[in-house]
């Protein structure tokens, strides 16, 4: 029960395959309250029976990370309802379909500005806004995939977007720091879920992924979890401006080696 006694705020949940719905519980396994955002109404139904569904109850909050009013009253709703929060998770993404297929070259600058601005900003938008809706020794947990340290064919702009995520965490670990408030990104495998239904031959990754990386075999949400669930947790009171890679190991093995390997049998 690493997280009794604090709560959080999980966005991101779109539906049961939601990295952050895994996220959320692992968190209420280890004893946390939460709340929830969704990005419009259309989504909150999904959320709402997707918590009922685990016999809990949990506040529930529009917030549409392309707007500044929406963060700022997320995290006003959040204080006046819910009080301080311990932790944040940010879970969101999104790029233009035509832009995770194909070339890179060909991103649009419009296709370019979405992706960067849902995908990375957002981060430190939330946080800009979670600080003084944080208690002292706070933690923010988000998402990135190794597309945004190495080239993989079609995820493109969100490559782009995910090395400014993870750059952007560093910045913000060392300004928030200064608040006691840490910042760490999770670098997860490849996962079917709605967003990684959009990026061209995704099932290709899911099988280079599960053939290459150390342990032999694909992550899920509820590994990425539990480890988001330690990040956010005063085990990891010494953790800040990381990224820890829950991919089986993919990261850490040379592509040209196991290609190499495959080839020999
Ligand atoms: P998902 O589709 O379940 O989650 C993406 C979420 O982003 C959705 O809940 C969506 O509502 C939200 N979102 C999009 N635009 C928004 C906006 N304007 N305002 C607020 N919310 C908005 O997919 P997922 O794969 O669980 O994605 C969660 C995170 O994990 C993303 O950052 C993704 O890049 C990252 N990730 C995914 C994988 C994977 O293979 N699925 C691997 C590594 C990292």
């Known amino acids: 029960m690493i997280l009794k006694g604090k709560k959080g705020l999980i966005t991101g949940v779109a539906n049961q395959r939601s990295i952050a719905w895994g996220i959320a519980k692992s968190c209420w396994q280890q004893g946390a309250e939460l ?18 569904g685990e016999g809990k109850s949990a506040p529930l909050f529009e917030c549409d990370v392309t707007k500044d009013e929406s963060i700022a009253d997320l995290f006003a709703r959040i204080e006046k309802e819910v009080g301080k929060i311990d932790f944040l998770v940010h879970a ?16 649009s600058r419009d296709g370019f500005a979405t992706a960067l601005d849902i995908s ?14 944080m208690n002292p020794g706070g933690a923010i947990v988000s998402l990135s995939y190794i597309g945004g340290e ?42 079917r879920t709605l967003a990684a239904k959009g990026i ?30 330690f990040l956010v947790s005063d085990m990891a009171r010494g953790i800040t401006g990381e990224l820890v890679h829950v991919d089986a190991g993919y990261h850490c093995v040379s592509f040209s080696f196991a290609e190499e390997q495959a080839k020999a049998g």
């Open 35 to 52: 709340c929830f955002s969704y990005p419009s109404e259309r989504l909150k139904g999904s959320v709402e029976s997707l918590i009922q």
């Open 92 to 107: 969101i993404a999104f790029a233009k379909r035509e832009d995770l297929d194909g070339e890179f070259q060909d991103t």
């Open 120 to 133: 990375a900003y957002s981060l430190t938008a939330l946080s800009h806004h979670a600080v003084a809706a």
């Open 150 to 191: 190495k080239v993989i064919p079609h995820y493109n702009v969100m490559g782009v977007a995910k090395a400014a995520l993870e750059c952007s965490a560093r910045y913000l670990a060392h300004d928030l720091g200064k608040q006691g408030i840490r910042v760490n990104i999770v670098s997860a495998g490849p996962i």
């Open 200 to 229: 061209g031959d995704f099932n290709k990754m899911l099988s280079i992924s599960e053939n290459r990386s150390a342990l032999h075999r694909n992550v899920d949400t509820a590994e990425v979890g539990d480890t988001a669930a």
